[in-house]
């Protein structure tokens, strides 16, 4: 009987070991990518399209490693309790900090970029007035309006 207790508290143990390597990994993803984020938001500022992309990348792959990460955390916590256990709660405080951080970022990105946008679209708009009616051809099939040429007058 004591063997079996000793056995299942090794086992415990031993989750929580590998728990909380699980958490330190995903911490140190978590780095990564707040500083791609970072990155990200410099390439949009500077309107460094290709940069842009490159690091839309790496981003990608990071969130794929931190998705599989994760995927590995929720099968070790499984019969945890990660917020109560005194081990592995000071690990899940900093990464759920680090993921709001992150969470933060993208909702600051997104909104430039839809302000950005959005200010954008209605200088086309007053620039660029596009028919808003739908066209037929002699044949009756919907002709798809083309973008009016725009001729700026420039003084030197």
Same mark, same amino acid.
């Given at each position: 009987?004591?063997?079996?207790?000793?056995?299942q508290?090794?086992?415990?143990?031993?989750?929580? =070991?590998?728990?909380?390597? +699980?958490?330190? $990994?995903?911490?140190?993803? /978590?780095? %990564?990518?707040?500083?791609?984020? &970072? *990155? #990200?938001?410099?390439?949009?500022?500077?309107k460094?399209?290709?940069?842009?992309n490159?690091?839309?990348?790496?981003?990608?792959?990071?969130?794929?490693?931190?998705?599989?990460?994760?995927?590995?955390?929720?099968?070790?916590?499984?019969?945890?309790?990660?917020?109560?256990? =005194?081990?592995?709660?000071? +690990?899940?405080? $900093?990464?759920?900090?680090? /993921?709001? %951080?992150?969470?933060?970022?993208? &909702? *600051? #990105?997104?909104?430039?970029?839809?302000?950005?946008?959005?200010?954008?679209?209605?200088?086309?708009?007053?620039?660029?007035?596009?028919?808003?009616?739908?066209?037929?051809?002699?044949?009756?099939?919907?002709?798809?309006?083309?973008?009016?040429?725009?001729?700026?007058?420039?003084?030197?």
């Amino acid at each position: 009987m004591a063997d079996e207790k000793n056995e299942q508290n090794e086992k415990i143990i031993a989750a929580k =070991e590998n728990l909380i390597s +699980v958490m330190q $990994e995903e911490n140190v993803l /978590l780095d %990564k990518i707040l500083g791609q984020q &970072t *990155v #990200l938001h410099n390439c949009v500022r500077e309107k460094d399209w290709d940069a842009l992309n490159r690091n839309i990348e790496n981003l990608q792959n990071l969130s794929d490693m931190f998705v599989e990460l994760e995927e590995k955390r929720m099968s070790l916590s499984q019969n945890i309790d990660m917020a109560s256990d =005194e081990d592995v709660s000071p +690990v899940l405080t $900093e990464v759920r900090g680090k /993921l709001q %951080k992150s969470k933060v970022e993208n &909702t *600051v #990105l997104n909104e430039y970029i839809s302000t950005t946008r959005k200010f954008l679209q209605g200088v086309f708009d007053s620039v660029v007035p596009q028919r808003r009616n739908t066209l037929y051809s002699n044949k009756g099939q919907i002709v798809k309006p083309e973008l009016s040429s725009v001729v700026l007058n420039q003084m030197v």
